[in-house]
Structures are given as C-alpha cells and as structure tokens.
C-alpha cells in the first residue's frame, strides 16, 4: 500500500500543488468555469483566452487538496496551445487513464506526459474526481463558454 | 498516561468489546483497522449480526397482518424491539416510539407533520448555528413552503452556543426549537434541558436531534421534557435503515400523517380514509422489521455493556486525543467547547484534510474528512474542510497513536 501512496503522491505532484502554475485570474478572459466538488467542497475556477479554436492562454484559480491542484496545474500545461477538440480528446485519455480496466498508458503526444504522474490516481477510485475537478471546468468553459462545472 | 487500564470502571474491558466487534480483527492496506469515523457510522457487534440472522432464519413474516404463527412471532419482536426503544429512551409510552429510516427521516416527519399542523405564515423556527444538513434543510423547505422564517442561535469561537441570544430570538410566534444534542462536527455537547425549559417558557415545541449523542449519553425524554427526539440506529451500533423518533403521545395524537399507506389506515373509502392512532399512524407500509429488531439488540448490547462504563472509556480517549493532538505543532483542533462527546476536529497546516485522509488510510487509519454535512459550520470557521476523528467504545489508545503516527507522517510528505 504505501508504493501506491508513494505513486499518489510523487514528489512532482507535491510540487505542483505546492506551486501552481498559471495559477491567477484572467482579468481579460474570453471564458471562465468553475468547478465544484460538492463532496469535499474543492473549487477551482478556468480561466481561457482563446484564438479561432485554440487556447491561447489558460490558468486557474482556486482551493483543493494536493491531487487537484497538482491535476489543475499539469492541466494548463498540457493543454495550452491545443485546438479545443484536441484538448478535449486529451481529457478522453486522461480520465481513461484514471478509470477503465485497462486505459492506453501512453500519452498521445509529448506535451501531453506530464499527465502520467497522475496515474497512481485510479488505485485510489475516491480521488478520481479530485483530479477530474479543473478538467470538467476545462470542459464547461469550452463547450458552453462558462458555467459552472460540478463534478456530481 | 493512560495506557491499558482506561475506564474507572472496573468491569469494562476494551478487549472484551473488541472482540464483540468482528469487523476490527481486519486489516486494512495490511495495517490493522483503526476505525476512528465513528460520527459517521459505528461497527455493529455480532449481538445485531446474530438478531438480524435470527430473524429471518426463524420467523420472517409481515407484521400486523396475517393469520399465522411466524406473523404472529415477528410481530412480537417487532413490538418487542419498540418496548426496548421505549425503555432506552425512558418514553412514557412504546406508542411515543415511531420506527424510521433514522434522524434524517424523523426531522423530515416533524417538519411535515407538525409543520402542517402548527407552524404557517410568519411562524417561527429556530435552530442553531452547528446543526447537521439534516436539522436545517427541511426546515427551510418548510419555511419555503410555509413562508415561516428560520432563526439561528450563534456559536462562540470554542464551538459553543451562544445561549443569552436564546431569548433574543423567542417570541410569540416561535412555533419548534430544533438542536442538535451533540454537534457532529465539533463534539459539542448542548445544555438540551437548558434549551428545552426556555422554548417551553416562550409557548414552543422542541425537536432533540441525538444522531451523535445516542451512543455516549444517557437519554431520558422525561426528564429533558423535549416533545420530540431522533434517533439513528446505525451511529449506536445498530443496523442501518432504522432510526427513532420519539414524540409526546399528546402532540403524535394531534398531527395529520407523514407518509400514506398501508398499515396507518382505520378506514379507507372513496368518500374519505380516516387514519390509527400513533405509532401506526406514522408507520405506513411494511417497516424494516429486522431493523427494528437489529436496532433494539444493539440497545441491549449497549446496556450491557453499561452506558455510564462506556462514557467513562470514551471520555478517557477524549483527554488523550486531545492532549496527543495538540502536542503537534501546525495542528489546530477545530471545537473546543466546554463539553464535548468523543470527536475532534481538526486542521493540519499545508495538509489538506482530503490528502491527510488518504495518507492515514494508507496506515490503517480510517478518518472522515470533509464538510461533515454541516457547511455553515465550516463558513462559521471560515473552513472548506477538516479531519474529523471520532471514538467509540471499542478504540484504544494505541490506535490514537496511530492517528498522530499518520498525521506525522503526512506534515513530512508536505515539508
């Protein structure tokens, strides 16, 4: 049990969630979603800046245990720059990577890597949305232009 | 320290009361169970496993109806179970006792119930500010349906009752004061008679909430004198799915039904149906007869092993946790009031009580972490969340140690 705990809670996620990137409001933001874990009470808010289907810029803001924040932030890594139909193929593979039998353990592309660290994330089924969270925002904001995104 | 002769009394035996518990001999992650998440739900002794077994080996039937022998025996038993509520509670009357799902269904009733008899437009309620979600949501349904208006008694920083703003809020139009007998969140106990003779001077009825009080103190609706008191079997080793409401039998008799169905009817015709007398009246449908029968095991159970024995043992871990806590520097107890059931709520710095839960799992651990369904609570403290370890007759000393052991472990991870 304590190597899966140690796979949780690699020193890269401790990290991430000790300093999140592109973590700040957007004041100029093209569309914004929160998101809202009604369980835990975690709350995190996207914020995008987009040109024609892309992602220009991305960030978050927010309040979450360590596997949010640290999922929130490699989030905006891997998905800045994307067309929204990749970055949403992308959130495909990545909650199948937390939650089929047997998921595609190999990122689709090299910006996309940094998501494996998050993979010791489906020994442990209860934190799924945890690291879901900021994704499902991610979503709302591009697909609806904003809203509010709950994990339930 | 108190290590292994924990009770004043002489005759408790914690290892005694493990071994009634077959679910602590497991191991969890390979680390032995330490259950501390009590407030959510306690483990049940092979006493309610066995009631439950018995009852459908031996006489499983519907109750009140049929004309043969195993009816006649589970009806026994059922009523039986409702006899030993009636005693635990020390209700007058077993027809003040009404068979629920648990609290959340008891408050639901009175809400319902007694909220259409009673309480209208500009009628008053109050509650408190440390209710669970279950004491403060069907109010405000109630007072939406009703255009009745909610009033909240304060806590202090400590997690205790601001109690000189009872009288503040009083009036002619306060129709039920609504508290909780022990917060579930901060271990607070409240001074319930207190509560009960002020509303009672002020004209208004009052609802106990006792979903974490049941297991730790003993309870006499006579002498608090409340109109109504809730119940949940699962938080006192009882099974889940069945609770208690108890009501004085001279408001019950006044009070239109909850749910309709069979079993609470005198009469049904197409001109009209006219309704039993209580218990029945509340109890439409076929009830959670092993349930019931579970639940009053449990109560016998309880008593054997002697409430004054077990409070003795529980607050033991009490002083020890807290003690044990607080000696953890970026450690802050949330709930320290003056009375207190076994539970401690708490923050750890940098350590969200979320990955604090799952890093004490990992060693055995078993904590709740979260809002613990009383969000005004956390707003109150300006919190989102806190670890939450709670005690029950059976927790050792040694399994503390495996808490603070855990949470040591987790301040290093985040260092």
Known sequence: MNSELDDLYREVIIDHSRHPRHFHVMEDADATAEGFNPFCGDRVTVYLKKQDDRLADISFQGKGCAICMASASIMTQTVRGRRTDDALRLFDWFHNLLTVDQPSTQPPDEQAEPLAVLAGVRQFPIRVKCATLAWHALKTAMTRGGGVASTE | ?415
């Open chain 2, 1 to 415: 320290m108190h290590r292994s002769s924990l009770s004043s009394s002489p005759s408790f035996s914690v290892s005694a009361v493990r071994q009634a518990f077959p679910i602590l001999a497991r191991q969890v992650h390979g680390r032995p169970l330490a259950y501390l998440d009590n407030a959510a739900t306690t483990q049940k002794p092979r006493a309610v496993l066995d009631a439950i077994e018995h009852y459908y080996v031996t006489c499983n039937a519907n109750v009140h109806r049929s004309p043969h022998r195993l009816s006649e025996e589970a009806t026994h038993a059922y009523e039986s179970a409702r006899q030993t509520m009636a005693r635990f509670l020390n209700a007058a009357d077993p027809a003040e006792i009404i068979f629920v799902r648990g609290v959340t269904e008891a408050i639901n009733l009175v809400a319902t119930s007694f909220g259409q008899w009673r309480i209208g437009r500009g009628d008053e309620i109050v509650i408190s500010e440390m209710e669970h979600h279950s004491n403060i949501v069907p109010w405000q349904l109630l007072c939406e349906r009703t255009g009745a208006i909610l009033r909240v008694i304060p806590i202090d920083d400590h997690g205790d009752l601001i109690l000189d703003e009872l009288p503040k809020l009083l009036n002619a139009r306060t129709r039920l004061v609504a508290v909780t007998h022990m917060s579930n969140a901060l271990g607070t106990i409240n001074p319930v008679k207190q509560i009960i003779d002020m509303a009672h001077a002020a004209g208004a009825a009052v609802l106990i909430d006792g979903a974490q009080a049941a297991s730790h103190t003993r309870i006499d609706v006579q002498a608090l004198g409340c109109d109504f008191y809730a119940i949940s079997g699962h938080k006192m080793y009882g099974p889940t799915g069945i609770g208690v409401l108890y009501g004085r039998r001279e408001l019950l008799s006044q009070m239109p039904p909850y749910h309709g169905g069979g079993e609470m009817i005198e009469q049904v015709t197409w001109q009209g149906t006219t309704f039993r007398e209580p218990p029945a009246r509340f109890e439409a449908g076929t009830p959670d007869i092993a349930g019931a029968i579970g639940l009053a095991a449990a109560v016998d159970y309880l008593e054997s092993v002697g409430l004054d024995a077990i409070a003795a043992h529980e607050d033991t871990l009490l002083d020890y946790a807290t003690r044990e806590l607080s000696a953890i520097d970026g450690l802050r107890i949330i709930g320290t009031a003056k009375r207190k059931g076994p539970v401690v709520s708490f923050t750890v710095e940098d350590v969200h009580p979320h990955d604090l839960g799952t890093i004490l799992d990992a060693q055995g651990v078993a904590i709740r972490a979260g809002h613990h369904c009383a969000q005004p609570v956390m707003h109150r403290y300006d919190l989102v969340a806190t670890a939450r370890a709670s005690m029950a007759m059976y927790n050792t000393t040694e399994e503390i140690d495996a808490l603070v052991g855990g949470i040591r472990r987790a301040m290093e991870m985040f260092r």
